[in-house]
């Protein structure tokens, strides 16, 4: 049972233009939804993180979406750049022991070609 | 400031042997957490430490534990080793878990199971 959604899988984008990855959960009790950057062998870097008290976020060219209603987020790239190129994760993380524990999609593989 | 440090890098092990992994968080983070990364499942979470205590765990056999000592450094263990344990074995670690963010992750080691 996946409880986090992501699509799509892989996403190609000429430089310049917005790239979209979408995120849809089911568990209410996810109260904290990130973003990660992955490049090859590297792991994970936290890009940008939203709570379901805004509905949207922006950090330069990176921008969060998010409907609490229809519980799915997206993660918007302005201006995509050659080195944007990477896989990114979703997450939702729901608190568990007094630490927030992160729920991860399946990861968006996205190219931008110069 | 040095982030998170996984040794070793990479490493060969036969079926039925045991591994141990090792990770070292940055420095004054107290929380560490470990992820399994496959491309057939993903990001799945493994256990989290924090102060020496497992505060966290998920839905991964008996096969898999940790521990985590007095100078915030952790180690993973799976005993018994199967083909299928063969992934990217990534650690992060965080200075305050219950605000939701800032996970570091370190850059993993690559487990083969032969």
């Known amino acids: 049972q996946q409880q986090v959604k992501q699509s799509p899988q892989s996403l190609i984008v000429q430089k310049g233009g917005i790239s979209i990855i979408n995120c849809a959960y089911e568990?209410?009790?996810?109260?904290?939804f990130p973003w990660y950057q992955q490049f090859p062998g590297k792991g994970p870097a936290l890009l940008i993180a939203?709570?379901?008290?805004?509905s949207e976020k922006k950090e330069g060219r990176f921008t969060i979406s998010f409907n609490k209603s229809a519980k799915q987020f997206s993660l918007h790239i302005m201006d995509s750049q050659p080195g944007d190129s990477a896989t990114y994760f979703c997450a939702a993380s729901k608190r568990s022991g007094g630490s927030y524990i992160p729920t991860f999609g399946r990861g968006t593989s996205l190219i931008v070609h110069p | 400031k040095a982030g998170v440090t996984q040794t070793p890098r990479y490493l060969i092990k036969t079926r039925g042997q045991q591994v141990t992994l090792s990770c070292s968080p940055i420095s004054g983070h107290r929380s560490v957490s470990w992820y399994q990364q496959t491309p057939g499942q993903g990001l799945q979470f493994l256990f989290e430490?924090?102060?020496?205590?497992?505060?966290n765990k998920g839905n991964f056999p008996g096969r898999f534990s940790g521990r985590q000592f007095s100078n915030s450094r952790s180690e993973m263990n799976v005993s018994t080793l199967e083909l299928g344990d063969s992934a990217l074995y990534l650690c992060?670690?965080?200075?305050?878990?219950?605000?939701?963010?800032?996970?570091?992750f370190g850059s993993g080691t690559r487990l083969t199971v032969v």
């Open positions: 568990n209410t009790a996810f109260d904290y």
């Open positions: 939203i709570r379901p008290d805004v």
């Open positions: 992060a670690s965080s200075s305050d878990p219950g605000t939701g963010g800032g996970y570091t």
């Open positions: 430490y924090f102060s020496e205590t497992q505060r």
